[in-house]
């Protein structure tokens, strides 16, 4: 069983930082992506960013360009860099994996998600 776990969110003021992480509890054989997504209230879970194994950046229409995914394949870490954050960026943001493998089939795993609230 695989484990991701989100940590770095908290209370921001408008115009401040916050880095996120995201630890996989091990590493996922077969994750072809990871990504963050994140979830207002009241509103549908939406894409924030992906990265693929090999690279490949992906960022949801919606996302603004202070936000920038990376990772760390030696630590099993996912990162979310948001800078000058603003009132509508407030919601939980979940770590998601998604691959395939022969044990598992396709398979998708979510973080429980970590809140980022950001004061006006």
């Known amino acids: 069983q695989v484990r991701l776990q989100e940590s770095g969110g908290g209370l921001v003021q408008a115009g401040g930082s916050l880095r996120l992480s995201c630890l996989a509890s091990?590493?996922?054989?077969?994750?072809?992506?990871m990504g963050w997504f994140r979830q207002a209230p009241g509103n549908q879970r939406e894409l924030v960013a992906t990265i693929s194994n090999s690279g490949d950046i992906n960022y949801g229409v919606s996302m603004p360009g202070r936000f920038i995914v990376s990772s760390d394949n030696a630590k099993n870490t996912l990162y979310l860099q948001m800078n000058n954050l603003k009132s509508e960026d407030t919601a939980v943001y979940y770590c998601?994996?998604?691959?395939?493998?022969?044990?598992?089939?396709?398979?998708?795993?979510w973080g429980q998600g970590t809140q980022v609230t950001v004061s006006s």
């Open positions: 998601n994996a998604a691959g395939w493998s022969y044990a598992s089939g396709r398979f998708t795993y």
């Open positions: 091990r590493n996922i054989i077969g994750v072809t992506t």
